[in-house]
Structure formats: structure tokens, C-alpha cells
């Protein structure tokens, strides 16, 4: 099962590193900056072709459809065919596809690939977290010996200063932060040890349900900012991390 949705991600990260013109393929969706290309629309057909005709039990709910399906209920694909488009429109080379499957609400497989690094991190429920095939884990590092990346919710103006405070709180205990915007690889960061913490105020689920998994699955640990855990079904907050610097972050009480 694994093999067939790495092998779907890859292909589909070839799509991205074939564009071309990309600026002129650009529209806008609901909410400030929130672009989609011709390619994002391209690299979900794809994908939903390629999933369903290797699991044609499940249901598909991908970013770039109108209306979304249940992923609560049966075998489900949550799909983000370009994590961070505004990346991708940028020429930043720091975009992902981002493959989920849950059965009844629990994720159990889990493909994030950065096509431009040639990083495939994917995970099974049980079985672990890898990188090209190597096994990850995360750090061991506390908040005082860590570094944070964080999204600043750009689709919803109103979570700006939040965001910012919670940063500004976090950069006296931390060491430094990072600001890449892909949700899908600050999971991924921090689930090979690169980054200790990372934090959004609101983020739909095919944005962070594959890297979730591969936190969980590497030895971190991925909630909302209160601490409660992640919905599959609507929009929510996220704090993941390692589980030291994860448990300091609640404790501090920034995200309440």
C-alpha cells in the first residue's frame, strides 16, 4: 500500500519540477493570497486517478475540490497536491505533495515529497518514519536548546497578531526561528530532527495529516495549541514538536 502512494507522489512531483510559466497559470480562492495554479488542479486529478484506481474503496478529499468529502467515515485519501503554492508561484523550491489515508478518522499512512530535495518521508502506523528509506526520528532538544518554524495563517488576517505574539513569546525561550511555509515539511522538519517545535493558528487537514503521521511515527507528538487533538473533518490549530519541547510549549499556556 505504501509503495503504490510513494510511487504516485513521486510521479506527481515530477509535474511540479516540469512547470513552466507558472505565474500565468495563476488564480486566487477565498482568502488573502490563497493562489492556485493550473498545476495544482493538474497534480490532484492525478493523483485522485492514480489513488483510487489502486484503492477503489476509498473516497478523495483533496485541497482544490469545492466540496470535500467525509474523512471521518470509510477509507480516505486527504490530499494537498502543492503544500504551499505560493512557494511553488514563487520559483522557492520549497513546495510538497502531501498524501494521507486514514480509515475511520485514525491516519495510518502517511507520504510527504519535496520534489526539489528528492525527500520522501513517509510512515506506516506502527512501523516508523523514513526519509528515502532511512529511518528518523526526532530531537531530543528542549526549547531553550531548539529552534521553531511557524505559519502565521496568511489566509485569515485576523490570526496575524496572534501568530506574532506567539512567536515573540517563543523567541526569548528558543534559540532561533524559521519561516519556510509549507506546513506539510515543518512537520517533516521536525520529525527528522532538523527543527524542535512548530505552530499554526488555523490549518485545513490536508495540510498536516500525512505529516502528523510521520511526526507521531518518528517520536514526536502533534496536537492543537490547546493541547486537545488534531481534526480531521474541519480546520484547526497545530503545535508539534518533540515531545520534550512540545510539553514545555503547553506548558507555558501560549497557544490558550
Not at 121 to 132: L, M, T, V
Not at 144 to 157: A, Q
Not at 206 to 227: K, M, N, R, Y
Request: net charge negative; glycine share 10%; aromatic share 8%.
Amino acid at each position: 500500500m505504501l509503495e503504490k502512494i510513494e510511487s504516485a507522489a513521486r510521479q506527481a512531483g515530477q509535474i511540479l519540477l516540469s512547470a513552466q510559466d507558472i505565474r500565468n497559470t495563476v488564480t486566487e480562492k477565498e482568502g488573502v493570497g490563497n493562489f492556485v495554479t493550473q498545476y495544482d488542479v493538474k497534480v490532484q486529478q492525478f493523483l485522485r486517478e492514480q489513488l483510487l484506481a489502486a484503492f477503489p474503496d476509498a473516497h478523495f478529499v483533496g485541497e482544490e475540490d469545492t466540496v470535500h468529502e467525509d474523512a471521518l467515515h470509510g477509507l480516505a485519501f486527504i490530499v494537498d497536491p502543492i503544500d504551499c503554492t505560493a512557494n511553488f508561484v514563487r520559483g522557492m523550491n520549497h513546495s510538497a505533495v502531501s498524501i494521507a489515508l486514514a480509515q475511520d478518522g485514525e491516519l495510518f499512512c502517511g507520504v510527504v515529497y519535496n520534489p526539489y530535495r528528492d525527500e520522501l518521508f513517509s510512515a506506516n502506523k506502527g512501523q516508523g518514519a523514513f526519509c528515502n528509506g532511512q529511518r528518523i526520528s526526532v530531537s531530543s532538544r528542549t526549547l531553550s536548546e531548539g529552534v521553531f518554524c511557524f505559519g502565521t495563517s496568511p489566509y485569515d488576517r485576523s490570526l496575524r497578531a496572534r501568530s506574532l505574539k506567539i512567536a515573540g513569546q517563543l523567541m526569548e525561550r528558543m534559540q532561533d526561528l524559521r519561516r519556510f511555509g509549507s506546513a506539510a515539511l515543518d512537520l517533516t522538519d521536525i520529525a527528522c530532527g532538523r527543527v524542535e517545535l512548530g505552530f499554526e493558528c488555523i490549518l485545513q487537514p490536508w495540510d498536516f495529516a500525512a505529516g502528523a503521521l510521520i511526526l507521531s511515527e518518528a517520536g514526536g507528538i502533534a496536537t492543537q495549541l490547546d493541547g486537545s487533538p488534531l481534526t480531521l473533518d474541519r480546520p484547526c490549530s497545530i503545535a508539534s514538536g518533540n515531545k520534550k519541547a512540545h510539553a514545555e510549549f503547553l506548558a507555558l499556556g501560549l497557544g490558550l
